[in-house]
């Protein structure tokens, strides 16, 4: 991914976290003018001019990068980026002659829309001057290096409903049978069931914390003697290895640590601003408490169920959701270009 949407997915994060969007404040203007921003362009910088409203060069680079940054290269010709922008104008234009914007609602989305284009580059001109020194940067990776879960284990495991059908595949593997076939024969984890119940490596903040302390109190080549219960079933545990992992190298994740670290400072710019600023609540937006997630129906693996740590490793410094990065971009040209293929 492009430095560019880097800064785009770590703002967008940012601004996520902070709440810099101070919805309520204020009475909102009837007109929206408050929401006009005058962009003057020459005539001979444009690609088009529509009605005498020149269409700048600039409004389509823009459109590609950003475009780009989410399609891949050359995924919008530009013919068809001037055209959809060619198309903007005229709807702007016919708003503007029906004076849509008299409307409060429709005053209130240009104002809200304004506001996130203004904060993402107020956003992005305060990340790209915030300095992170390499002393800090070192810093921060020795502190993630230290705080670091660097054991891994490799296991395997039958998962069943009851715990009286755990009990008697613990006793058939006393009497000698072999853990892989009876994990192909009864296990109900179709991420592992035709592989004998074999889950690879995997760290203990990968699994569920019962499976994951039963897995560590184990030794190698040891069987759990009583089945382990977690919000997937009973499973019956062999561990068959462990050992340390090795953290990456610093230079593979300078960028991210950086990013990470610019993001930081951001938010704490945000929570700086808010302290100065004069904010009235007029109208508190009513708040619900976050239901608690539950478990897919029908999911076995225990990878597949981990509870939520703290994320200390080393790659945390990664960008915010790319889903962040979607909501502050602008729509993309509705005939640009084709459908993206699916991710493979």
Known sequence: MKQRSLLTVAIAGALALGG????GKGKQADTGKSAEVPVLVEVKDAVAVVNGKPISKESVTIMTSEIEQRRGP???PEDKIVDELISRELLRQEAEKQKLTSDPSNA??????????LSQMAAEDFIKKAQVTEEELKKEYEQRVAAMKRTEYKARHILVEKEADAKDIIAKLQKGAKFADLAKK????PGSKENGGD??????Q????PFSEAVAKLKNNETTAAPVQT???WHVILREDEREQAPPPFDQVKEQLKNMMQTQKLQEHIAELKKTAKIEHTAPPKTEAPKAAEPAAGAAAPEEGAEAEPDNSVEAGKPAPAEAEKAAAPAEPVEAAPAAKPAK
Do not use: H, P, Y
């Not at 889950?199 to 203990?204: K, V």
């Open 20 to 23: 810099c969007d101070n919805a």
């Open 74 to 76: 050359n995924s919008a």
């Open 108 to 117: 209130a989305r240009v104002e809200n829309t304004l506001r996130i284009v």
């Open 186 to 189: 009864f296990s109900k984890d």
């Open 199 to 204: 889950l690879g490596w995997f760290s203990a």
């Open 206 to 209: 990968q699994m569920v914390a």
């Open 231 to 233: 919000q997937f079933g």
